[in-house]
């Protein structure tokens, strides 16, 4: 078996290494989508376009106009003098927020009653609106509380000392929540996941549609020592791609990794054999690239957004819930970001290896069972 | 190695369904060893079906059969161990050289070290690929990727090989001097079975199988086929226009068979068939041109098309 076994791999090698093509296509993509990922996936809002109407010209309201000012989070793109021109820098994409002082606003203030302030967000891009309306929120409360301090230390008895609930947040493993730390991980097994899945199914339907797969299946070759064949190559670039991709987020995007090495390439052995599998998988499903170009497309879509790469499984209904059980993406990504960020070991990953442990063995062997009958 | 005595090929009532339809049905075929065997049948006739059932590539519906002395079903470890196998796509790696094809299907045979070497060596010059080891396939011409390819498939030295259309798409003189080398295997007494749908190509067989709708409807050496196959004396009738002839001929009695053959017609006639001048008259009642008739040998072409035409009608009345 030793020997069929090396000739396959060989044979894979020599083939991967005369395919220009294939280098290009194994080491560029990477490099790009963790550029885009690392500069361009953000849910960061900075320079929000937003219009201001302050109809009580106050030193009050210019000082919030300033404080809004003060921080990058808004840029102030029309003084409007009228509701009308308000609506009209909306509904024309010139602005996203706007902000009404109400005439009245600094009496308010100084007898110490509710002053309210009126914000229209457009919320077409209701992630933008929401992210903007908390920025808002803050610096709003912020602007107050200094109002208040100042009132006090003018001993204004008319106004209330600040009182209730003060949040004072302590994230944890990522102490100034930035999303890149949060991000760069998962790009490494997400990206993973798209390239040695394809490459499996392709290589193997490739054999297929030249009639190589026939030849080789004619000759006493085992069905197991073909798909090792075919699979073991691609496990290890699989893991090249683990460790570049890795390497250029720690060096470049300085990703903290303050886990075991050991629980990664544990995690990435058992998620790269998913990974084959599933290729393998979608290959006894095709009998031509275009069909495994088809599959594929259409499957990893959905296994990319219901992985909790981006969007929380959690809020996910439960259907799809239970439809991110069989995901291998889903489990990987958690442990590489325990790995990365949080430090923690077997002892607390071993449902999410587990789980990786046992979908790579199922889908071996039911592509395995399925590859001989798909040759009819 | 193979089990000794006995026939290399053998299958009993081998039938193959793909869902409601029968590729091959209740084939009986007895292939003696050192022969070398031609399957001859129209597209979709069930040639390449009934190979890939002997390779082991399908698995039968029902009924049974061996290579080598091996039952297809039970031992298909030991039957891929003694067979060769080529088809029309001459399936090498085209990004692999010639040397690496070679050794690839050699280690893939296992085939001992110290035997490669000449075993190589022996292919490279059968393909006439001497020099150009080193070429990548896919830059080699059909005829040359097609003798690699048979190279690649006897290179643990089959006792039975199959080829499944192995000319198709090589030109005339490739084809020639791929039979040439047919026969050199088969003075090696390896079986060889072929498939083809060049009738032409029987003449050079052995034996010749007559596939046709997954069933098997004749089989013998080519003179056998062509000596006694036919029901009645063949003729060759030149006359215009062709089409006219042969709706005109057809159900007179006396008439067997009537088949257009390139620019004439081929007649099979009885016994009590009109004579000569006879049908060229009834022919010029129709307005058709005509010589005489002149007496011809069958050629396989003649054999088959007949027995096509006669077991379409057993099935019709059936």
Known sequence: MFGRLSVMLFKEFIQLRRDRWMMFRLIVPLFIQMVVFGYAATFTVHHVATAVLD????????????????????????????????????????????????A????????????????????????????????????????????????????????????????EPLPWFNEGLNERW?????????????????????????????????????SPIRPF?????????FFLIGFGDIALVTAFGLLWFRVPFVGDPLVMLGGSSLFLMAAVGMGLLLSTFSRTQ????ALNFF????????????????????FLQWFTMINPLRYFLVVIRAVFLKGVGVDVLWPQLLALAALAGVMLTVSVLRFRKSLE | MSASGGPAVLAEALTKKFGDFTAVDHLDLRIERGQVIGFLGPNGAGKSTTIRMLCGLLLPTSGRASVAGFDVGREPEAVREHIGYMSQKFSLYGDLTVRENLRFFGGIYRVRREDFAERMRFAISMAGLEGRQNALVHTLAGGWKQRLALGCAILHRPPVLFLDEPTSGVEPEARRQFWDLIHDL????????????????????????????????????????????????????????????LKALRGVTGVVEAAIFGDRLHVVLAENAPAGADIRRLLSEHGIQADLPRRIMPSLEDVFVQLVSRGAEHRVTA
Request: aromatic share 8%; with cysteine.
């Open chain 1, 299 to 318: 499957l990893l879509n959905p296994f990319f957004i219901l992985s909790g790469f981006a969007f929380p499984i959690a809020a996910m209904p439960r």
């Open chain 2, 186 to 245: 088969a003075a090696e007494h390896v079986t060889i079975l072929v498939s083809t749908h060049y009738m032409d190509e029987a003449e050079y067989c052995n034996q010749v199988a007559l596939i046709d709708r997954g069933t098997l409807i004749a089989m013998g050496t080519p003179s056998e086929l062509r000596g006694h196959r036919l029901s009645g004396q063949l003729y060759e009738l030149r006359c215009s226009p062709l089409g006219g002839a």
């Open chain 1, 104 to 167: 009245g606003f600094s009496q308010d203030l100084e007898s110490g009653r509710a002053a309210p302030l009126q914000v229209i967000v457009d919320g077409t891009n209701s992630n933008t609106a929401l992210i903007a309306l908390g920025y808002l929120s803050q610096i709003t409360s912020q602007f107050s509380a200094e109002w208040a301090a100042r009132a006090i230390s003018l001993n204004v008895s008319a106004v209330r000392p600040e009182t209730g609930i003060r949040l």
């Open chain 1, 182 to 218: 949060f991000f760069i991980p998962g790009v490494i097994g997400t990206l993973t996941l798209l390239q040695v899945v394809s490459l499996t199914a392709f290589a193997v339907v490739r054999e297929r549609e030249v009639g190589t797969l026939e030849q080789i299946m004619v």
């Open chain 1, 225 to 233: 020592e073909f798909i090792l064949g075919k699979t073991v190559p």
């Open chain 1, 55 to 102: 109809l009580d010209q106050s030193q009050a309201s210019r000082s919030l106009i300033s404080h809004f000012v003060a921080t990058s989070r808004f840029d102030i793109v029309d003084m409007a003098r009228n509701q009308r021109q308000i609506t009209r820098d909306i509904v024309h994409d010139r602005a996203v927020v706007a902000i009404v002082i109400h």
């Open chain 1, 290 to 293: 275009q069909q495994a170009f």
